[in-house]
Nanobody, 115 residues
Framework: QVQLVESGGGLVQPGGSLRLSCAAP????????LGWYRQAPGKQRELVAT???????NYADSVKGRFIISRDNAKMTMYLQMNSLKPEDTAVYYC?????????WGQGTQVTVSS
């Protein structure tokens, strides 16, 4: 399995920003489809954003225009820049690494948006 290490969650006020990171050291990173998902209490895990190896991105409607997914293949790290955060963005966020061979998840990081 590919090990993913997440960081960057925390508590932020509505309207604030956070950046999540997810490292995949030792992986075949450049060809992988990378994604961020989230799971709020009592809800199913949902897609937030994905980015393909060539950089094509896709976002959930609820985060379009506020979140930006990116990748640094040299550092084998993906990012999720979250701006204009809302209380409904509160969830555990998980990164995902996917190739034809592997489908790996990060350990999850809590993001809480509250005043």
């Amino acid at each position: 399995q590919v090990q993913l290490v997440e960081s960057g969650g925390g508590l932020v006020q509505p309207g604030g920003s956070l950046r999540l990171s997810c490292a995949a050291p030792g992986s075949i990173f450049s060809i992988a489809t990378l994604g961020w998902y989230r799971q709020a209490p009592g809800k199913q895990r949902e897609l937030v954003a994905t980015i393909l190896g060539l950089g094509v991105t896709n976002y959930a409607d609820s985060v379009k225009g506020r979140f930006i997914i990116s990748r640094d293949n040299a550092k084998m790290t993906m990012y999720l820049q979250m701006n204009s955060l809302k209380p409904e963005d509160t969830a555990v966020y998980y990164c995902n690494y996917r190739t034809t061979r592997w489908d790996s998840w990060g350990q999850g990081t809590q993001v809480t948006v509250s005043s």
